[in-house]
C-alpha cells in the first residue's frame, strides 16, 4: 500500500445527558455523538458529513471511493481529520479529470442518502463481478446470533445504524453511525486502507431498510447477498432482481423474508411449526 | 393564494410482492414504494428525490421551500408532476437572486440527509419566532393514542418513516415518506400550499431519530416541541436546547425521555408504579 498520512481523530461514540422520565425522575441516558464533518479534497469543499465520529479517515475515504471522486487508493496522499475545525484534509496526488461534472451531478437519495451521483454510479456498476453466492439457512441464523454481540452503540444510545460485512456466519467488520450511509462508506472506507484486506466478504448486513441505494452500494462491493433487519423498498427490489442481488428482509430471530433467485437460499435449517407462528 | 397549476400524479404507496418466509412458503408481503422524482426549476435540474410519491406535490414545494429555493408562495406558478418521465417541473414567477449560490452549497446531512443548505438554513433560522409551549403529559399520551390510527403504511409494508403536524393531542396533518425529510418537507408543501392553513400546529411528531437537521427543520416551522418515538443525537439536542425546544424522545405507550427546558412539561398523569418500571 502507498504511504498516506492518515490522522487518527477518532472520537467516543456516545456522551451522556441527563433526561427526565416519565415519573419526573432525572436519569443519565447515554445518547449518539453526531458531529459535523466538511470535507475538503486539495482544498476544495466536497461535502459535510454528519456522523459518530467513531472512523472519520475511514468514513471520509470510503465517502470518495463511492462517490467516485477518488478512483484508485494510489492517488491518496494525505487524510487529516481535525475536529477544532471539524474538517478532513484530504491530499490526493491525482484527480479525476472529470471531476468538476461529477461534483455538479450530485443525486439525493432515500436512506440517509449523502447525495449520491445515483444514475452515473448505476451505470458505472459493473453487474458481471457479482457472485452466485448462496445461503444456507444454518448460515443466516448463525450469523444473526453472531451480529448480536455488536451493536454496542445502538444498544446504549439508539439512534444509529449497523452495518457489516461478513464472510458466511463470520462478522469480518462491523461499524455505526448517525447515517447509514456513512456506515457503509466507513467499511469500504476501511478495506480499501487495509494494509491485508483479509478474507473477501460474502454476505452485507444491515439494521437499515433495504432501500436502493443500499442495494446499489453493497453490490458495488461485489457482495450479491444483503441481510436486514428492516424492510424494503420497490426500488430496492427493483435494483436486487437487476443485479441478481439476494435480499433477506426483515431477519429477526427465526424470522426472515427471502427476495430474489430461486435456490440462492438452502433450506437447511427449517424451524419447528410453532403455535405461534403465522400461516 | 395565488393560482398555480398543480398535477395530481399521486400513487398508490404500496404494492404487493411474494416473498418466501423461514419456512420456505411463498407469501404475499406489501412493500413500500420508492419512486425517483427529479425536481427541475424553471428547466434546471436541481435534485432526485426518491418518494413513496403518494402527495408528490406537496413534497416538491415543501422541498423547494425548506432549502430556501423559492422564497414566496406567490412565486410559485405551476408544478406538474409526470410519472412517465419521472420529473416534477417546477415554474415560478421569480428566482432568488443568489440562486446559484444556493444550489451550490448544498450540505449532506444525517437523517435521510436531502443535501440540505445546513449551515446558511441555521443562520436564516429566527429563533424568535420560537413560542413558549408547555406540553402537559395527559396531552402527550392522548397524542401518543390518537397517532396509532396514521402510521398507515409502515405497519403494512415498514421502511418508511411517519411525520405529524399536532395541535396538543390532535393530529393535524400525518404524512409518510421512504425519507422522513420527505415527510417534512410534504407537510410543510401541505400547509404552505393550503386554502385554508387551519390551527397552527404547536407539536410536531415523528417516528424517526431527533438529529440536527430535524430539530432545525421544525424549529423553521415554528414549533418548539418534538416528540419522536425513536432517540435523539448530540447534534439534535444542542440545536434544541439553543432553540428553546423540548425534546421528548422513545416515546412509546407511558414511557417517555424529555430533554429541554426546565417546567416545560407538565407532569399531571405521572403513571402508576409498576414492578416493571426501571428505577
Not at 453511525?177 to 448486513?205: E, S
Request: charged share 25%.
Amino acid at each position: 500500500m502507498p504511504r498516506i498520512a492518515l490522522s487518527h481523530a477518532r472520537l467516543p461514540a456516545t456522551l451522556e445527558i441527563t433526561v427526565v422520565d416519565e415519573f419526573g425522575r432525572p436519569r443519565a441516558q447515554p445518547i449518539a455523538a453526531e458531529r459535523a464533518l466538511t470535507v475538503y479534497l486539495n482544498r476544495r469543499e466536497i461535502v459535510t458529513l454528519m456522523t459518530l465520529g467513531a472512523d472519520p479517515e475511514a468514513l471520509v475515504v470510503g465517502y470518495l471511493r463511492n462517490q467516485g471522486l477518488v478512483e484508485r487508493l494510489e492517488d491518496l496522499q494525505a487524510v487529516q481529520v481535525d475536529w477544532e475545525v471539524e474538517a478532513a484534509a484530504v491530499v490526493t496526488r491525482r484527480e479525476p479529470a472529470d471531476l468538476a461534472t461529477r461534483l455538479g451531478q450530485r443525486t439525493v437519495t432515500t436512506g440517509c442518502g449523502q447525495g449520491t451521483v445515483f444514475g452515473r454510479l448505476l451505470e458505472a456498476t459493473d453487474l458481471s463481478r457479482l457472485p452466485d453466492t448462496t445461503l444456507r439457512q444454518s448460515v443466516l441464523y448463525a450469523l444473526l446470533e453472531n451480529l448480536g454481540a455488536y451493536n454496542e452503540t445502538y444498544r446504549s444510545a439508539g439512534a444509529v445504524h449497523g452495518c457489516a460485512l461478513c464472510r458466511q456466519a463470520a462478522v469480518l467488520d462491523f461499524v455505526e453511525d448517525v447515517g447509514r450511509h456513512n456506515a457503509v462508506d466507513t467499511l469500504a472506507g476501511r478495506q480499501w486502507l487495509a494494509a491485508d484486506p483479509g478474507p473477501a466478504p460474502d454476505i452485507f448486513y444491515t439494521t437499515g431498510r433495504l432501500t436502493s441505494e443500499m442495494v446499489l452500494k453493497v453490490a458495488q462491493m461485489g457482495i450479491a447477498v444483503l441481510v436486514s433487519r428492516s424492510g424494503v423498498t420497490q426500488k430496492g427490489v427493483e435494483l436486487a432482481e437487476r443485479f441478481g442481488v439476494l435480499l433477506v428482509a426483515r431477519a429477526k430471530g427465526r424470522r426472515f423474508q427471502a427476495i430474489g433467485p430461486e435456490g440462492r437460499l438452502r433450506w437447511d435449517a427449517v424451524p419447528p411449526r410453532r403455535p405461534g407462528d403465522r400461516c
